[in-house]
C-alpha cells in the first residue's frame, strides 16, 4: 500500500482525499475524504480574476488540509486545481499562497486531464459490474465547467464544457447580485439555451448518445440522489452507487427551479454552500439525460478526486 492524498480545487469547492492505495488490486481505502465549499470561481465568469475573499477561504482550507495530511503521514501529494483557476488572470497569486501553504505546485490542469481521472476515478471499481452496460459515460458537473468521457476499460473520447453549476447560476439567475428566488421563466430559458448550446459543443468530439450507461459524479449529482431518496442528512454511503430514474431528475429539477432560498436551504440533505446553485446543476444533469436518452443515473461519489490518487499512487 501507498499513502498518498488528493487534492481537487474547483469553482465552487475544495476536496482532500488521503488515502491508502495498492495499484496490483486496484484497492482505495479511504484514511480522510472531506469537502469544504470555497466558491473560489466566485465572480470570475464577470471579471476574469479570483476575488480576494475568494482566495483567502480556499487558503483557509488548504491550512485545514495540510495538518490533515501531516497527521497522516502521507507519501505524496499531489494538488490539482481545476476551471476556476485556469480561467484567471491572477493565478499566480493562487499558486503561490498553495504552494506556501502545502509545499507543492497546483497543477492547473486541461479540461482533458480532468476529464481523465474523473473517468478513472469513477470507473475503475465498475468494471467488474456485469450488470452495467458499457460504453460508460461519465459526466463531471462542476462548478465552472462540465467534463464528458465516453469509454470502456479507457477513454475514447473527452470534452470539457463551459457549463457548470455556479457559472450558469452568475450567468443567468444572478440580478443585482443577488440570485433570483425563484429565477423566472425566462431566465430559465436562457440558462437551458446556453447548456444545450454546449451539449452541441461537446457532441462534436465526444459520441454521448452511444454510452450505455451514464455515471453521474459531482455534488449537484449527489445532492439530487439525496433528495430522490429522501435521506434524513447527506450519506456518502446510501449515494454512491445509488441510481436516480429521468422522471424522478425531471421532477427534483423542476422543484428546486421554482422553489425559494428557504425551501431548498429546508432540504436536510443540502450542503449550505449549494443552496443557491443546485438548481443549475440540477438542469445541466436533466439536460444530459434527455439529450441522450437516458432513463436513469448512475451516481458515483468517487471522481475526479481518486483519479488523481490513483495516478499519484
Not at 475503475?124 to 462542476?142: C, F, M, N, Q, T
Not at 450507461?213 to 433528495?227: D, E, K, R
Not at 422543484?255 to 425551501?263: C, K, Q
Amino acid at each position: 500500500m501507498t499513502r498518498v492524498a488528493a487534492v481537487d480545487c474547483g469553482t465552487n469547492s475544495i476536496r482532500l482525499l488521503v488515502a491508502d492505495c495498492d495499484p496490483e488490486t486496484g484497492e482505495l481505502v479511504d484514511l480522510d475524504r472531506r469537502m469544504t465549499i470555497v466558491r473560489l470561481g466566485q465572480g470570475v465568469d464577470r471579471t476574469g480574476r479570483l476575488a480576494p475573499e475568494a482566495l483567502e477561504r480556499t487558503f483557509a482550507a488548504c491550512r485545514e488540509y495540510a495538518a490533515v495530511i501531516k497527521e497522516h503521514g502521507a507519501e505524496r501529494l499531489r494538488f490539482v486545481a481545476t476551471s476556476a483557476s485556469r480561467d484567471a488572470e491572477n493565478r499566480d497569486a493562487f499558486v503561490r499562497g498553495v504552494l506556501d501553504i502545502l509545499g507543492v505546485e497546483p497543477e492547473v490542469i486541461s479540461g482533458d486531464q480532468e476529464a481523465e481521472f474523473s473517468f478513472t476515478g469513477a470507473t475503475k471499481e465498475l468494471k467488474g459490474s456485469d450488470h452495467l452496460a458499457r460504453p460508460y459515460l461519465v459526466v463531471d458537473i462542476g462548478g465552472g465547467s462540465t467534463e464528458f468521457v465516453v469509454g470502456d476499460d479507457h477513454v475514447r473520447a473527452a470534452r470539457s464544457v463551459d457549463v457548470g453549476c455556479v457559472r450558469m447560476t452568475e450567468r443567468h439567475l444572478v440580478r443585482d447580485g443577488v440570485v433570483s428566488d425563484p429565477p423566472t421563466d425566462a431566465q430559465i430559458a436562457a440558462m437551458r439555451a446556453d447548456i444545450e448550446a454546449a451539449l452541441d459543443l461537446a457532441e462534436e468530439t465526444v459520441p454521448l448518445r452511444e454510452a450505455r450507461t451514464l455515471v453521474g459524479l459531482a455534488g449537484s449529482v449527489t445532492t439530487v440522489s439525496a433528495i430522490a431518496q429522501d435521506l434524513p442528512e447527506y450519506d456518502s454511503q446510501a449515494i454512491h452507487h445509488s441510481r436516480v430514474s429521468h422522471d424522478r431528475v425531471r421532477e427534483i429539477t423542476d422543484w428546486l427551479l421554482h422553489s425559494t432560498h428557504a425551501e431548498r436551504a429546508a432540504v436536510p440533505s443540502m450542503h449550505p454552500g449549494r443552496v443557491d446553485v443546485i438548481a443549475a446543476g440540477a438542469l445541466v444533469l436533466l439536460s444530459i439525460m434527455e439529450r441522450i436518452g437516458a432513463e436513469e443515473v448512475v451516481v458515483s461519489e468517487h471522481d475526479i478526486l481518486d483519479g488523481i490518487a490513483w495516478s499519484v499512487a
